[in-house]
């Protein structure tokens, strides 16, 4: 957005994939037009200023905020579920592995990973020294590589 200038276009696919927050998506209306670019639906609705086209995309933001709210009414209905019928949810913690059952079982690699992590660190080297160090050992990261951002999360967590 900050890349846009006066006379450039934003051509969005759909109205309602603009933003899932009605006032987010006025907000970018207005900042368009007091910055002199335009935003236009590649589907057509609402990009005339009518009264009526004003109305359908105030109609359109709301139902995108709507279905955001649903979607997230259903995500927190659909986790409750699994969690009362005693399934796991979330994520599986960094040193462990989960079955198709559910159930958690050690991973030795990635627990050994972390003890390496930690008695590194605590004699002083870098967290960047720490992921070179785990990157060189061969051990792997779930992420595409050891970072100093994932070996100070590594360390930290119980």
Avoid: C
């Avoid at 998506?25 to 200023?49: F, N, Q, Y």
């Avoid at 409750?80 to 159930?103: E, H, I, N, Y």
Wanted: net charge positive; no cysteine; hydrophobic share 45%.
């Amino acid at each position: 957005l900050a890349s846009l200038a006066p006379g450039d276009v934003l051509v969005v696919a759909k109205r309602d994939r603009l933003a899932r927050d009605m006032l987010h998506a006025l907000v970018l209306e207005r900042t368009a037009a007091s910055s002199g670019w335009s935003l236009v639906s590649a589907s057509g609705e609402g990009d005339d200023d009518t009264p009526a086209g004003v109305l359908m995309r105030s109609i359109l933001y709301a139902f995108a905020e709507y279905e955001r709210g649903v979607i997230r009414q259903r995500t927190r209905d659909a986790l409750a579920r699994k969690k009362a019928a005693g399934m796991r949810v979330g994520s599986v913690p960094w040193g462990f592995t989960a079955l198709s059952d559910g159930r958690l079982v050690e991973n030795l690699d990635e627990q050994e990973a972390r003890r390496i992590a930690r008695d590194l660190t605590a004699a002083g080297k870098s967290s960047r020294a720490v992921a070179r160090a785990l990157t060189e050992l061969g051990f792997k990261p779930r992420a595409a590589s050891w970072t100093s951002q994932s070996v100070g999360r590594l360390i930290s967590k119980p």
